[in-house]
C-alpha cells in the first residue's frame, strides 16, 4: 500500500512538467510556422579568381571592372600601365532576408534587407566588413477594380534599391554585370508600380543619393582651387529629388520597359573670391544643371534560349556609373558658373542558351558625344570637366567583347569567362570637350573564374 501511494505521489509530480512541456511544443509550433510562411534567408558563398594584362580601373577588391587606364610611358618608352596583376576574393558574399505574407484585407505589406561584406577594403589591402545593399518596405493595393474583368494593383517601394534604369541586367556572372555600359545603381527612393490589370505597368520614382553620386567642383583649402570631386551634396544643396517616370510591357516571352530619368544639381552653393590682400572670402551664389536621359529595355527567352538588350542615351549620367558628366561652360559677373551636360550613347547586348551548361556572350558600346554645338565658343579645359570618377575624360569610345561557360549543378554554380575591353584615347580637347589628336586604342584582357555555392 505504502508502495502504492508513493507511485502515484511520484505520477502525479511528472504529468505537470510532461503538460508543460507539451504545451510549450504546442506554443513553438506556431511561431515556427510564422516564421516559415513570412521570412525567407537568402544568399551565396561566392569566390572570383581574376587575372588582368593592364592597370585598369576596377573597384571593390579590383572585382567590379570598368576599363584599362591609358598608356603611362616613361624616358625609356615603357608603358607602365602594362602590368598584369591576379587576385582572389570571397568578399562579394551576400546575405538577405525577404519578409512577405502579411496582409489587411487588400492591402499586403512586405520588406527586404540585404547585405554583403566588401565593405572597409582600402586599394588591395584591409578586412572587409559588412556594408548594405538594399532594405526598403513594400505597400501594395491589390485587387483595385479596373473593369468588369480586369483587376489592377499599385505598390510602393520605400527604402534603398536598385534605380529603375539599372534594375535589368546582362546574363553574365561578373560583379559589374554590364556596367559602365548601362546604368549601374542602387539607391534610396520612393516607386510606385501600379499595374494596369494585364501587360502594362507604370512605374514613378523620387531618387536620393546615396553610395553612387555626381561630381562637381570642391574647394581645396589648400591649394586654392576647385577640383573634380563626388559627393551627394550636389543633389543635397538642389533640395529636389532625382525624378523617373516609365512604362513596362510583358507577356509570356517577351518584356519591353522605357522610361526617362530627370537629375537636378546644385554644383555650388558659394564661390570662393580673392581680396586684396590674398585672404579668400565665400560668396553665395545660385547654380544649377538638369539632365535629362532616356533609355529602353527589351527580353525575349523561351525555352533554353534568352536575349537581353538596352540602350540610354545619357546626358551626363556619371551618378549611376556612365563614362560621361558634364562641363563648365562660362562665369557670370556675380562668381555663379554656367554648366552644360555631355552626351552619351550606352548600349549593351546579352544572349543566353542552355541550363546545365549554360552559354553567354555580351557585347557592349559607348560613345562619347561631347557637348551639344555652340555650348562653348572656345576649347574646353580639362580641369572644368567633372567626369565620372571611374572613368577619363579624354576617353572617346569604348567597348567589350565577353564570351562566358556556366555549369550549374544544383546550389553550385561555376563559371569562366573572357573578357576584351578596349577604350580609344586622345590628347586635346576641343569646343565639345572632345580629343582630337593623337587618338589610340588601348585594351585589357581578364580572364575570370567565379565558384558560387546558393543559400
Not at 158 to 163: D, E, L, S
Request: hydrophobic content about 40%; proline content about 4%.
Amino acid at each position: 500500500m505504502k508502495k502504492t501511494i508513493l507511485l502515484i505521489s511520484a505520477l502525479l509530480t511528472i504529468l505537470p512538467v510532461f503538460a508543460s512541456e507539451k504545451e510549450a511544443k504546442k506554443e513553438e509550433s506556431p511561431v515556427k510556422e510564422h516564421l516559415q510562411n513570412h521570412f525567407k534567408l537568402y544568399g551565396f558563398i561566392r569566390n572570383y579568381f581574376v587575372f588582368d594584362t593592364r592597370e585598369s580601373v576596377s573597384g571593390t577588391g579590383n572585382l567590379f571592372y570598368y576599363l584599362p587606364k591609358d598608356l603611362n610611358l616613361n624616358d625609356a618608352g615603357q608603358d607602365l600601365n602594362a602590368q598584369p596583376s591576379f587576385r582572389f576574393l570571397a568578399l562579394t558574399s551576400r546575405v538577405g532576408l525577404d519578409v512577405n505574407g502579411y496582409y489587411i484585407n487588400n492591402l499586403h505589406f512586405g520588406a527586404k534587407v540585404e547585405a554583403d561584406f566588401y565593405s572597409g577594403l582600402s586599394g588591395s589591402t584591409g578586412t572587409a566588413t559588412m556594408r548594405l545593399r538594399q532594405a526598403y518596405a513594400t505597400i501594395t493595393w491589390k485587387d483595385l477594380p479596373l473593369s468588369d474583368e480586369k483587376k489592377a494593383s499599385v505598390g510602393l517601394k520605400i527604402g534603398q534599391a536598385w534605380h529603375p534604369m539599372a534594375a535589368d541586367f546582362p546574363h553574365v556572372f561578373s560583379l559589374e554585370v554590364g556596367a559602365p555600359f548601362g546604368p549601374f545603381s542602387r539607391t534610396p527612393q520612393v516607386t510606385m508600380d501600379a499595374s494596369l490589370g494585364g501587360n502594362w505597368t507604370i512605374t514613378a520614382s523620387a531618387l536620393w543619393q546615396m553610395q553612387y553620386t555626381s561630381m562637381g567642383p570642391s574647394w581645396n583649402s589648400t591649394k586654392k582651387t576647385y577640383e573634380a570631386a563626388a559627393s551627394a551634396d550636389y543633389m543635397k544643396y538642389s533640395c529636389v529629388p532625382e525624378m523617373y517616370a516609365g512604362v513596362t510591357y510583358k507577356n509570356e516571352v517577351f518584356l519591353f520597359r522605357a522610361g526617362v530619368d530627370m537629375l537636378s544639381i546644385t554644383p555650388r552653393i558659394q564661390n570662393m573670391k580673392e581680396g586684396a590682400d590674398g585672404k579668400y572670402t565665400a560668396y553665395k551664389v545660385n547654380e544649377r544643371l538638369t539632365t535629362v536621359s532616356p533609355f529602353a529595355y527589351v527580353q525575349y527567352a523561351k525555352g533554353l534560349f534568352s536575349v537581353r538588350a538596352k540602350t540610354i542615351y545619357g546626358q551626363g549620367g556619371e551618378h549611376f556609373n556612365l563614362m560621361s558628366g558634364y562641363v563648365k561652360v562660362g562665369a557670370n559677373e556675380d562668381g555663379s558658373w554656367e554648366y552644360a551636360p555631355l552626351r552619351n550613347t550606352s548600349s549593351w547586348l546579352s544572349l543566353s542558351y542552355g541550363k546545365t551548361w549554360q552559354g553567354v556572350l555580351f557585347l557592349g558600346y559607348m560613345k562619347n558625344l561631347g557637348l551639344a554645338d555652340g555650348v562653348s565658343k572656345t576649347p574646353v579645359a580639362q580641369s572644368d570637366i567633372y567626369f565620372c570618377k571611374n572613368g577619363f575624360p579624354n576617353l572617346t569610345q569604348m567597348y567589350r567583347i565577353q564570351p562566358e561557360l556556366i555549369y550549374n549543378i544544383g546550389k553550385l554554380n561555376l563559371g569562366l569567362e573572357y573578357q576584351y575591353t578596349a577604350v580609344q584615347y586622345g590628347k586635346n580637347f576641343n569646343n565639345r570637350a572632345l580629343v582630337t589628336d593623337d587618338l589610340h586604342w588601348v585594351v585589357n584582357h581578364r580572364i575570370q573564374m567565379m565558384v558560387k555555392y546558393n543559400f
